[in-house]
Structure formats: structure tokens, C-alpha cells
């Protein structure tokens, strides 16, 4: 009998094929789904396997397979505009590929520079501090993993991990998005559901996660996502009951508007 490890887990699952079919077992390698009624199995394109779990004759775990820079970006695309507020409250500009967003009521998110496209240097970030200095707000930097190189002696105001896994495909209720979630697109055709603190989602008062992912789904969503302070061990640990695993880290950084010699 084969022993199911955590949903999200990547696994290579051996089962038996129609009878009569040649070769007689086959595999499937990606990202665990369900097990019940039917076992499946996301694949690295994107396609689910699905057989009777009796059909199953062994399984191996496998490590996750290595992140792209090119996939943390295409995902902090996403993130950024599932941060997107209303024109008037909310500035966004690009600027030598940084996308520098502003608004008096933003929070830490959503009032900071982050390098999104390839070209960006830390070269700008003298004018991306006098763009926030006109508008007499603090620039703040939110540098993803591998991205960019943070500034030299610059400590992290904030450290967060993005916690991902799959979009399940189950027909089950859906609930109103409310404030937890919103769907947006990256540029490498993948569509994201971004979820708000995982321990409101998860709370009480909240909806269930599965209800929203389920909700994102009929949206199109394949995968979701949620960010997770670094030092917050309950909320990663709920993240990762709820089937999320790390996908990269990020780090903000508060810029003083006096002297950039450390830039």
C-alpha cells in the first residue's frame, strides 16, 4: 500500500496502464494534486495525470526542482500587479526597469521600487530615491532573490519568503475574494492567485483557502502564491500545512534621502 506524502510535494508516481497497453506501467513526475477519488499529478508543462489510486505500484519523493530567475521574476510580475489600487491614490511609474510604485495611504508593499525587468541596475536607485523624495515619501527597495544585488551595508527593514504550489483543478464551492485574493498574469503566460496574510485566509472570520483557490481556478488561475514574513514561523507553518512551499525570498530596504555614498 503506498503511504501519500503532503499534497504539493514533488513525486514520481509508477502506475498501471489500461490493460492490454504496452508497456504495461508508466510514470508520472511533477507536483502532487490529489489522491482521492483519483490520484493527480501536475507535470512540469502544466498537464494533470490522473489514475485510481489501486492502479498505483510505487512512489518516490522527489526534491523540488530548482527555481529559474526567470520564473522569480515572471511571479514578483504578478505580485506587483496584485497590488495594483486605483490611479488616484496609487503611483506607478517605470523607471530603467524598475517599477516604482507611491500612494500616502500605501503600505510597505506597495510604496517601494522593485527591479523587475532584466535591465535594471542599482546605477538608478539614486534617482528612484529622488523620485520618492519628491514626493516627500521614504524609498524603499524590494529586491527578490537573484534579481539584484541588495545595496552594500544596507540591513533589510523586512525579510519574506513567497510561498507557492498548484491551483487544484477539484470542482468544489468557491468563495467571494473579497480583500484575500486577486488573479493576475506573468509574463510567461502563467496565471497566479495571490493571497492576502495567510492566517486571515485561514482564520475564522476568513474563507477557507480552498474555497479561494477553487474561486481562482474558475478564473483561469494555475498556481498561488502568498508572502510569509521570514521570521514568522506560525504563518510559515500554516503555509505549508495549506500545501505552499518556498519559491524565493525577498528583502526591503529603507533608503535614507541624505548622502548615497552607501548605494
Known amino acids: 500500500m503506498v503511504s501519500w506524502p503532503d499534497l504539493g510535494t514533488r513525486v514520481t508516481v509508477r502506475y498501471r496502464r489500461h490493460a492490454g497497453s504496452i ?47 526567470s520564473e522569480i521574476r515572471a511571479l514578483e510580475h504578478a505580485a506587483a500587479a496584485g497590488l495594483a489600487g486605483p490611479e488616484e491614490t496609487v503611483q506607478r511609474t517605470w523607471l530603467d526597469g524598475w517599477l516604482l510604485r507611491a500612494g500616502p495611504d500605501a503600505g510597505l508593499e506597495a510604496n517601494s521600487a522593485v527591479p523587475l525587468d532584466i535591465s535594471a541596475r542599482p546605477d538608478s536607485i539614486p534617482a528612484i530615491v529622488a523620485w520618492y523624495k519628491d514626493r516627500r515619501l521614504t524609498p524603499r527597495l524590494v529586491i527578490p532573490d537573484r534579481l539584484l544585488r541588495a545595496p552594500a551595508g544596507l540591513p533589510a527593514e523586512r525579510e519574506e519568503r513567497m510561498l507557492v504550489r498548484d491551483v487544484p483543478l477539484e470542482n468544489r464551492p468557491s468563495a467571494s475574494p473579497g480583500e484575500f485574493a486577486a488573479v493576475t498574469d506573468a509574463p510567461d503566460g502563467t496565471r497566479w492567485v495571490g493571497l492576502s496574510a495567510i492566517d486571515a485566509v485561514a482564520g475564522p472570520a476568513g474563507p477557507s483557502c ?49 548622502g548615497l555614498d552607501n548605494l
Open 210 to 258: 480552498e474555497a479561494l483557490l477553487a474561486w481562482a481556478a474558475q478564473r483561469g488561475a494555475t498556481r498561488a502564491y502568498v508572502r510569509v514574513g521570514d521570521r514568522d514561523t506560525d504563518a510559515i507553518a500554516l503555509a505549508e500545512s495549506l500545501g505552499f512551499q518556498l519559491h524565493h525570498r525577498r528583502s526591503h530596504f529603507r533608503l535614507a534621502t541624505g
Open 23 to 69: 508497456p504495461p506501467l508508466t510514470d508520472a513526475v511533477g507536483h502532487l494534486l490529489a489522491v482521492d477519488p483519483v490520484v493527480r499529478v501536475r507535470t512540469k508543462t502544466g498537464a494533470v495525470v490522473e489514475c485510481a489510486p489501486a492502479d498505483v505500484v510505487a512512489l518516490r519523493i522527489l526534491t523540488d526542482a530548482p527555481v529559474r530567475t
